[in-house]
């Protein structure tokens, strides 16, 4: 199996086992949908505990969740940290030109077919979600992932091919 990141477990809220989930998904409505099965997970101890949203709301750009498993602060507290994942062969295939954040992790990066690095990991700033592309001298180029400087997205072959501005990169 596959999992997908959706967010991490920030702290609870309250005394009913809802928790302050800081949210990686662009979909938060769609995926901690009542019902949803989802899965808990320690980056560090490996061990990972399914578990069904019972209930799901957003505020000031942070989503809150319960599942049906935990309904009291006691229980939900030793997952604060978790990672929030789901199961990626159970979600629906994404619109084309639309792409899973984790699937850009890796890729050759190409300005004019000249290889200038890899995507080492996306970050997300209030204006966009910006990559962090590993320069083939060593050095990191933040890059917003805007259509401006994405010029084309190709999973298959691995492959990113920006367009940079003048003194983006020395």
């Known amino acids: 199996m596959t999992y997908l990141t959706l967010g991490k477990?920030?702290?609870?809220?309250?005394?009913?086992?809802?928790?302050?989930?800081?949210?990686?998904?662009?979909?938060?409505s769609i995926?901690?949908?009542?019902?949803?099965?989802?899965?808990?997970?320690?980056?560090?101890?490996?061990?990972r505990i399914e578990v069904t949203v019972n209930q799901y709301s957003s505020n000031k750009g942070f989503d809150y969740v319960s599942f049906k498993e935990f309904s009291t602060l006691e229980a939900i507290t030793p997952f604060i940290g978790w990672l929030i994942q789901a199961d990626r062969d159970k979600l629906p295939p994404l619109e084309e030109g639309y792409f899973y954040y984790q699937d850009l992790i890796g890729l050759n990066v190409y300005e004019k077919d000249k290889l200038i690095g890899h995507v080492k990991d996306i970050?997300?700033?209030s204006a966009s979600k910006t990559l962090r592309?590993?320069?083939?001298?060593?050095?990191?180029?933040?890059?917003?992932?805007?259509?401006?400087?994405?010029?084309?997205v190709d999973l298959e072959n691995k492959r990113l091919s920006v367009h940079l501005i003048k003194g983006m990169i020395e």
């Open 123 to 125: 970050e997300e700033y």
């Open 9 to 28: 477990i920030l702290k609870p809220r309250g005394l009913d086992g809802t928790i302050k989930v800081y949210s990686t998904t662009e979909f938060a």
């Open 31 to 47: 995926r901690y949908k009542k019902g949803n099965v989802l899965s808990l997970y320690n980056e560090k101890t490996n061990q």
């Open 133 to 152: 592309i590993e320069l083939s001298n060593g050095k990191d180029l933040l890059l917003p992932f805007v259509e401006a400087f994405i010029e084309n």
